[in-house]
């Protein structure tokens, strides 16, 4: 069975472009989590979905961050206008039902020059 | 909120030795779970262990096994006969009520030959 798929897996882009990262989710999983890892903060949750609604967005750092799943097996986040501070390793994961274990997708690592 | 400590930025072991991992949680929810990721140089996030705060046994996979002390709020990661190929990044994490996980700082584990 396939896991997690992301993409890009890698994005160089210069400051200000809109950047969009890609998610498909393990099929069959209810709930989709968007993570951010960097070396000063670690990982962090930005949001995350549960049967596609958006249930707890509040690590979203600011209005430039957006995140959508228009479909159980496909989420989206996009970063418009992106800022060097923005590089980092986004990583998608998804599960099955409270406090079950999520599984990662590879990460996608963003450069913002 | 939920919080997760662990205090060893660096672990060494021998090869085939046993090692154990800190991990110490701090929740208010009465029903929470307990993970490990290990996070290998490529960068993926690879679920290893769970355990529900209900579960009387401690948890094993394999090598793997969780030494879970539920008054003292921890839930250690030990590793046997410890490989080559287990030098990474470790992770404790736990979640909630709110379902998604709170990470610790990691554990950087080196596997000396």
């Known amino acids: 069975d396939a896991g997690v798929i992301q993409s890009p897996r890698h994005e160089v882009t210069e400051m200000g472009q809109e950047v969009t990262l890609r998610c498909k989710p393990i099929?069959?999983?209810?709930?989709l989590f968007w993570y951010r890892q960097t070396m000063m903060r670690g990982l962090e949750l930005l949001i995350y979905f549960n049967n596609n609604v958006p249930i707890d967005d509040s690590g979203m750092p600011e209005d430039r961050f957006s995140a959508k799943m228009p479909n159980a097996s496909f989420s989206t986040l996009k970063i418009q206008p992106s800022e060097p501070r923005d590089s980092a390793v986004y990583f998608c994961?998804?599960?099955?039902?409270?406090?079950?274990?999520?599984?990662f997708g590879p990460g996608t690592r963003l450069t913002v020059l | 909120a939920q919080k997760i400590t662990q205090t060893q930025p660096g672990m060494f072991v021998q090869e085939k030795e046993a090692v154990t991992l800190d991990c110490t949680y701090d929740?208010?929810?009465?029903?929470?779970?307990l993970f490990w990721y290990k996070q290998p140089s490529s960068g993926e996030m690879i679920f290893l262990i769970y355990?529900?705060?209900?579960?009387?046994q401690n948890a094993t996979e394999g090598r793997y096994s969780l030494n879970f002390q539920k008054a003292r709020k921890s839930a250690n990661l030990v590793i046997s006969a410890s490989q080559l190929g287990d030098s990474a990044m470790y992770f404790c994490a736990t979640s909630g009520s709110a379902r998604q996980l709170t990470f610790g700082s990691g554990t950087q584990l080196t596997v000396l030959p």
């Open positions: 355990q529900g705060s209900y579960d009387e």
């Open positions: 994961a998804s599960s099955y039902g409270t406090l079950n274990e999520q599984f």
């Open positions: 929740t208010s929810d009465q029903s929470y779970g």
């Open positions: 099929s069959g999983h209810n709930s």
